[in-house]
């Protein structure tokens, strides 16, 4: 059993307050150890990860403007050989 840091009453070691003057009883909490499982895991920056974004459109738009200029040049090579 432990004291009450306030009265000096004895309270039981799983009480939450002194059963005596009713102050609250704060224990530490206990510090929890962890291996190094997960020292090897990279952090990611929510600003990092915003950046790399799927679906940005970034492939997208240079296959339109591959295609267009495909197009562009079928068609000018059509044009020349009804010449």
């Known amino acids: 059993m432990k004291q009450c840091a ?3 009453a004895e309270i039981p070691d799983a009480a939450t307050f002194c059963p005596v ?3 609250t009883i704060e224990y530490p909490q206990k510090m929890r150890k962890y291996d190094n499982y997960y020292d090897d895991v990279p952090v990611i920056d ?3 990860s915003e950046k790399k ?11 339109l403007v ?3 200029l495909i197009v562009a040049l079928s ?3 059509a044009v020349l050989c009804l010449i």
């Open 66 to 68: 591959v295609g267009g």
């Open 21 to 23: 003057c009713g102050e």
């Open 53 to 63: 974004k799927p679906g940005s459109g970034t492939a997208l738009k240079i296959g």
């Open 6 to 8: 306030n009265c000096g």
């Open 46 to 48: 929510a600003k990092v």
């Open 75 to 77: 068609v000018c090579i």
